[in-house]
């Protein structure tokens, strides 16, 4: 059995923070305050079926990520897997102007009777489905970066 483990978090992660328990990355991002209005600015999960972040997170979100990519329990899951990242299962970025998030669908949790995206205090993924993710969000980020007009 393997246990545990907490990736080492670095300036870039910022709010966030990771696990790792076996095959899986358990994603944090900490509220910007506690409070009734922590709902606003969490992750969004939708069990199943994809996940959001604050725009203001996602830059945190591609380093944690990236942070993970670097944990031996990634490589065995991912050479265990052997996909290419084309086969993942993730979107492309959608982003909501009007709540300030950024969507991906793909498998991220359980699959539920849940519908909807809903503020999460965690983020679960399967390791083998970081690439892709990782691919999409900067993507998205790349894609965010407005060039003045001339």
């Known amino acids: 059995m393997v246990a545990m483990y907490e990736i080492p ?3 870039a992660m ?22 009734h209005t922590a709902d606003r600015v969490l992750p969004r999960l939708w069990p199943g079926r994809g996940l959001g972040v604050s ?3 996602a830059a945190g979100f591609a380093a944690a990520i990236a942070e993970t990519m670097k944990a031996p329990n990634y ?7 052997a996909r290419a990242w084309q086969d993942q299962p993730w979107s492309p970025a959608s982003r909501d102007h009007d709540d300030g998030f950024v969507y991906f669908a793909g498998p991220c949790g359980e699959p539920g009777s849940a519908v909807g995206y809903r503020p999460a205090y965690h983020l679960p993924l399967a390791l083998p489905d970081l690439r892709g ?5 900067a993507a998205y980020l790349r894609g965010r970066v407005s060039v003045p007009a001339g």
């Open 9 to 11: 978090p670095t300036a």
């Open 14 to 35: 910022q709010r966030w923070s990771v696990s790792v328990d076996g095959p899986h990355a358990i994603f944090v991002c900490a509220p910007w305050l506690e409070d």
């Open 55 to 57: 725009d203001a997170d």
């Open 75 to 81: 490589w065995t899951a991912s050479h265990a897997a």
């Open 133 to 137: 993710l990782r691919i999409r969000v």
